[in-house]
């Protein structure tokens, strides 16, 4: 048993992990393409290419970033300690771009597919990341680094 402890523990209060959230919705919205099709037929051979050209970004994206994460001894888990604040590769551009990563996922799957679902799903799921993760990652972050992690902040959008 351990004692208890009036320190906050070392990582972001995060509930929802955010792989395990998109693949909630895709997979909820694939469910939901069959039980109730919901689809947009618009663009053909063209909606498809873009799909898989949003699928292939945030594969690329989402794999930039956690090269870069294990370079810099990063964890992917929000709820894992921040050793330090990084400001090279990807976060130069956006200060989630995991997450970016897995939102052109989803995205590039529900174009592809012509599934309106997926799309439609992708705001509620955006909604929960950022209050329910997003922003609990930026308050451990600014209560660890400070005014180094504010100016980061004030610098460098969240999205894009």
Same mark, same amino acid.
Do not use: C
């Given at each position: 048993?351990t004692? %208890?402890?009036?320190?906050?523990?070392?990582? /972001?209060?995060?509930?929802?992990?955010?792989?395990?959230? *998109?693949?909630?919705?895709?997979?909820? !919205?694939?469910?939901?393409?069959?039980?109730?099709? $919901?689809? *947009?037929?618009? !663009?053909?051979?063209?909606?498809?290419?873009?799909?898989?050209?949003?699928?292939?970004?945030?594969?690329?994206?989402?794999?930039?970033?956690?090269?870069?994460?294990?370079?810099?001894?990063?964890?992917?888990?929000?709820?894992? %300690?921040?050793?330090?604040?990084?400001? =090279?590769? %990807?976060?130069?551009?956006?200060?989630?771009?995991? +997450?970016? !990563?897995?939102?052109? $996922?989803?995205?590039?799957?529900?174009?592809?597919?012509?599934?309106l679902?997926?799309?439609?799903?992708? /705001?509620?799921?955006?909604?929960?990341? /950022?209050? +329910?993760?997003? =922003?609990?990652?930026?308050? +451990? $972050?600014?209560?660890? *680094?400070?005014e %180094?992690?504010?100016? +980061?902040?004030?610098?460098?959008?969240?999205?894009?």
């Amino acid at each position: 048993m351990t004692a %208890p402890t009036s320190e906050p523990r070392d990582g /972001a209060d995060v509930r929802v992990l955010p792989p395990l959230l *998109f693949l909630g919705s895709i997979v909820l !919205g694939l469910a939901l393409g069959w039980l109730a099709p $919901l689809r *947009f037929h618009a !663009g053909g051979r063209a909606r498809v290419l873009l799909g898989l050209a949003l699928i292939a970004g945030g594969v690329a994206l989402g794999g930039w970033t956690l090269r870069w994460m294990r370079r810099t001894n990063q964890h992917p888990d929000p709820r894992k %300690p921040t050793p330090s604040l990084i400001f =090279e590769g %990807p976060v130069r551009f956006s200060r989630i771009p995991i +997450y970016v !990563g897995m939102a052109l $996922l989803e995205a590039g799957i529900g174009v592809a597919l012509g599934n309106l679902w997926l799309l439609l799903l992708l /705001a509620p799921t955006l909604w929960i990341l /950022a209050h +329910y993760v997003i =922003e609990r990652e930026e308050a +451990y $972050l600014a209560r660890k *680094f400070g005014e %180094p992690y504010e100016s +980061y902040r004030h610098s460098v959008r969240r999205w894009l």
